[in-house]
Nanobody, 119 residues
């Protein structure tokens, strides 16, 4: 079955970096857009960044542009989120998502990894 396994979360001081990884398995993802979402306590899940698996086109939320970089390693079936200049408001559970772009859409989710930024 399809699995998305995140890792790399933890506690970091404001201004510091952190890199998240998401290993995808169970099917081919060539027609998927791989993304990261996050959910802070009491808030809705929100989009952070995404990359088209085949074309490599990237997308970012305005709140993370210039600070976060999403990338993928096709050979390792892994998607990364490099987070720099972290802020306390970046504190959230970060989820890896695989979204099939052609109709019909299909979504897969990882279990989430906690990122806590201390001030």
């Amino acid at each position: 079955q399809v699995q998305l396994v995140e890792s790399g979360g933890g506690l970091v001081q404001a201004g510091g970096p952190l890199r998240l990884s998401c290993v995808a398995s169970g099917r081919t993802f060539s027609s998927f857009r791989m993304g990261w979402f996050r959910q802070a306590p009491g808030k809705e899940r929100e989009f952070v960044a995404a990359v088209d698996w085949s074309a490599g086109i990237t997308y970012y939320a305005d709140s993370v542009k210039g600070r976060f970089t999403i990338s993928r390693d096709n050979a390792k079936n892994t998607v990364y989120l490099q987070m720099n200049s972290l802020k306390p408001e970046d504190t959230a559970v970060y989820y890896c998502n695989a979204h099939r772009v052609p109709y019909p859409p299909i979504d897969y989710w990882g279990q989430g990894t906690q990122v806590t930024v201390s001030s």
